[in-house]
Each structure stands twice: as structure tokens, then as C-alpha cells.
């Protein structure tokens, strides 16, 4: 059975910094990719960042280029991701999401799978 659970959130001021996990179980990981995406309240889930463990390859959302990072552990299982200087709109809940696939599917239907996310709060 896939799983992935998601932790780190949590209620930060503005300008600082937090480090999302998502652990994945129940499948082959370099063989998929996952991604990042954030839903805040009354919008649309946006993906933010992903990689693809096949070749380690990353995408960045516009608007958090320079200041997510997203990076994985093979041997854990797990794909973090950093975010540095905060903002109030950064303010959401954040899901990982995992596919077989190679490279980074566009949109949530590029997903087969989903963590139950986690929130983040950004204070100004």
C-alpha cells in the first residue's frame, strides 16, 4: 500500500524558515516522482516544486523560486522541502503527491497518490 505522510508544518513568523518531510512507503522510490503542492483557503492546490528520483531532476513554481528547495533522501524514503524567507501568503496546507513516472507531471491529475498534508501558517 503507497503512503505518504507529510510533518514540519507549523506557525512561523514572516522571513523565517521551515522544512516540510514526506516519507514515502509502499513502493519503489527511485522509480517515481513527487511533488510538492499547497491549497490556501478558498483557492486552488497549486504544485510548488517536484523532483524526479529517477535522475534527480527538479521544477520550481515561479513564485517560490529562490526560496524553496527541494531535495530528497533515497535511503530514507523521504522528500523534504526547505522554505526559507516566509510569507504570509505562503500561508497553506502543503501535500506531497507521488507518481510513476519520469520527469514532473503538470497539475494534480498528473498524481496517483496523496499525503494528508500539512499546515503551514506564516504570521506578518
Known amino acids: 500500500e503507497v503512503q505518504l505522510v507529510e510533518s514540519g508544518g507549523d506557525l512561523v513568523q514572516a522571513g523565517g524558515s521551515l522544512r516540510l518531510s514526506c516519507a514515502a512507503s509502499?513502493?519503489?522510490?527511485?522509480?517515481?516522482?513527487i511533488g510538492w503542492f499547497r491549497q490556501a483557503p478558498g483557492k486552488e492546490r497549486e504544485g510548488v516544486s517536484c523532483?524526479?528520483?529517477?535522475?534527480?531532476?527538479?521544477v520550481y513554481a515561479d513564485s517560490v523560486k529562490g526560496r524553496f528547495t527541494i531535495s530528497s533522501d533515497n535511503a530514507k524514503n523521504t522528500v523534504y522541502l526547505q522554505i526559507d524567507s516566509l510569507k504570509p501568503e505562503d500561508t497553506a496546507v502543503y501535500y506531497c503527491?507521488?507518481?510513476?513516472?519520469?520527469?514532473?507531471?503538470?497539475?494534480?491529475?498528473?498524481?496517483?497518490?496523496w499525503g494528508q498534508g500539512t499546515q503551514v501558517t506564516v504570521s506578518s
Open positions: 509502499g513502493f519503489t522510490f527511485d522509480d517515481y516522482t
Open positions: 503527491a507521488a507518481v510513476r513516472a519520469f520527469g514532473c507531471p503538470v497539475g494534480v491529475r498528473g498524481y496517483d497518490y
Open positions: 523532483i524526479s528520483e529517477s535522475d534527480g531532476s527538479t
